[in-house]
């Protein structure tokens, strides 16, 4: 099965793929964390991407195309597939459908996780993390049982993201409607996109995507 999943940062896209990977044996293919490996790894598609990069450029459609071509290759044909990031526009709407087709492939659900934006905001904005181990907490929902002690490690340094502020959130927010509107309408045509509410508890969410795609 292939699916993409869609949401603003924050939205729970991140927990959710990785609990398909976890119960389906499924691969999150996350376009800048592909890159990232290609570019490590080496590989023709990796070494062309470098050198765009260097250049400061962004990367084009052809070669995030071709990453995904490899990764799918690489795959074997049981394996599913979960978009994530990606396509962000109708021409790699397009291109996924093509890089789909000549694998004999199809993509069967599109899942969008609904969010408040409001909400979203406090949710972001309120996340920080052990310095030591990673484990999360939020001042609103998860503080750790001692305060400024790590449930997990016993650490006492905590970290917070910089770019977890309002304003980016908010400009993130209208960064993803602005560049995720063109596709949406190509997929709801096609009558595979359902809406989960991503404001709900995981575990819920989690329930919702499993029922779509056994629907």
């Not at 309002?166 to 960064?175: C, D, K, L, P, S």
Request: aromatic letters at 4%.
């Amino acid at each position: 099965m292939n699916i993409i999943l869609l949401g603003p940062p924050g939205a729970g896209k991140g927990t959710q793929a990785q609990r398909l990977v976890e119960a389906h044996g499924m691969r999150q293919l996350s376009t800048g964390d592909m890159l990232r490996a290609a570019v490590k790894a080496g590989t023709p598609v990796g070494l062309q991407a470098k050198a765009v990069m260097e250049r400061g450029e962004l990367v084009s459609d052809e070669i995030v195309s071709a990453l995904i071509g490899e990764e799918l290759d690489g795959m074997g044909p049981t394996t599913g597939a979960i978009f994530d990031g990606y396509p962000r526009t109708a021409a790699q709407a397009a291109a996924l459908d093509a890089i789909l087709d000549a694998r004999g492939r199809t993509l069967d659900h599109v899942i969008e996780l609904e969010v408040d934006e409001d909400a979203l905001v406090e949710r972001i904005c309120g996340r920080f993390t052990c310095a030591n181990c990673g484990k999360g907490y939020h001042d609103a929902f998860e503080q750790p049982r001692e305060p400024g002690v790590c449930d997990k490690c016993g650490a006492r340094e905590f970290k917070r993201r910089p770019d977890d502020n309002e304003a980016t959130v908010r400009t993130r927010m209208a960064e993803y409607r602005a560049k995720t509107a063109p596709i949406l309408p190509i997929y709801d045509q096609r009558g595979i996109v359902a809406r989960v509410n991503g404001m709900a508890d995981i575990d819920h969410v989690t329930a919702a995507i499993e029922r779509i795609m056994a629907g």
